[in-house]
């Protein structure tokens, strides 16, 4: 699944590739991808000029003309790519914005997870999904004395809080498997377990580390790419995801997977020991 390096990697590339176009028209392939109305989301979008590409923690928001915004989810293979008008589809092709000078922004998506809706800019927050999120991973946002006091009211194991996305948004599986190895912090331990020392390491290699992925374009594990079909190199940086049995970099002990919060999950048995 799309994590905030990726999400944010693709924000960019749609930036610069679609930014300034007029909508002509909608095609909707697969009604149920959009939130909502589908001919309403298509018949409104008809004329509108994508303005500018946001992003709130994994959510894309799209921002068009005379105050209307698409929320979109890229959920677990989505992709956006942009094609001349009459390139051959690809199959798994839901949603063709037709774009005023001839070419076409197409999202993708092989298991149809992916979820758009329209709604007036300025209400996103209102929605459900986003007014839950916790802060940004950057310093500006992401304070250090809270994420501590909301880990401290929590008894439950550090990585599934961590993917409530409710003390700091935009980690998923992956990412947290690197932050918690970087900050030796055992997946399994109880959020109430951890010291001050141990939450500012973690809060600091959250952004660190998020960081750096955005800057490689994110990481490609299946079959993620950005707008301009481009794979990511952050899978090449990887410590601890995915390397169930080899060396830990840091003492050499190899690498176990377990299941915690029904997620497949990696960590070092020496490095990162249960407090």
Known sequence: MPELPEVETVRRGLR???????????????PKMIEGDSREFATTLRGKVLEDVDRRGKFLLLRFSDGWTVVSHLRMEGKYFVEKKG???RKHTH???NLDDGRQLRYNDVRKFGRMRLIKTGSETQLPSLRKLGPEPVAADFKVAAFYQGLQKKKKAVKPALLDQNLVTGLGNIYVDEVLWMSKIHPQT???HLTQADVQILHDNIIQELARAVEAGGTTIRSYTDAFQNEGGFQFELQAYQK???PCPRCQTPIERIVVGQRGTHFCPNCQQVK
């Not at 610069?16 to 697969?30: A, C, D, N, P, W």
């Open 190 to 192: 109880p959020c109430n």
């Open 244 to 246: 169930t049995g080899q």
């Open 87 to 89: 390139a051959p589809i």
């Open 16 to 30: 610069k590739l679609v930014q300034g176009s007029r909508i002509t028209e909608v095609e909707i392939m697969y």
């Open 95 to 97: 949603v063709i914005f």
